[in-house]
Each structure stands twice: as C-alpha cells, then as structure tokens.
C-alpha cells in the first residue's frame, strides 16, 4: 500500500477506488475485508493504461483521474497489489 501512495501524486484516484470497492459491496464491511476489496480491484488492473480507468463523478465531462500517473508506475502498483502477503501463501495471477 505504501508503494500505491508513493507512486501517486495526488490521492484522489485511490480515494475514488476505495469508495467504489467498498460502496458496491451489500453488506458491511471490516477494515480488513475492505482494503481487501480494494487490493483485489488494483490487482485486477483498473489502473492498467488498457483497463477501464477511474473517472471522476464531480466533472460534467468524461475525466480519467489517472492521466497524472505514467504507464510504469501504474503497471508498478498493480503488479504490487497483486505479490502475495504474509497471511496468503500464493500470489494472485
């Protein structure tokens, strides 16, 4: 997680994926299985120049809040989201 807030500038773009992992989920969530969500919807490629982008509800028109990150460093923090963690013994492919 620490490498997704060094690699981008502003947090805006990962406030916006939290809420919508979090949010689309019907029933209440634990700190825990939330920033699970969260790890889940990165490593799923969201931020990928090819993935489906984050865009910002408060513009009228279409804006991708990822325009500020380079290609590199968002293949870099999806491919973090995606290594294993101490509590998981495989890496999610």
Do not use: F, W, Y
Not at 18 to 29: D, G, H, Q, V
Request: proline fraction near 12%; hydrophobic fraction near 35%; include cysteine.
């Amino acid at each position: 997680m620490e490498l997704i807030c060094s690699l981008t500038p502003p947090p805006q773009p990962i406030e916006l994926i939290c809420e919508k992992a979090i949010a689309t989920c019907n029933r209440p969530l634990g700190p825990g299985e939330a920033l699970r969500r969260v790890m889940e919807c990165i490593a799923s490629g969201i931020l990928l120049p090819d993935g489906p982008g984050v865009h910002d509800p408060c513009e009228r028109e279409p804006t991708d809040t990822l325009s500020v990150i380079t290609g590199q460093q968002a293949e870099a923090i999806t491919q973090n989201a995606q290594v294993r963690h101490p509590n998981n013994t495989s890496t999610i492919l």
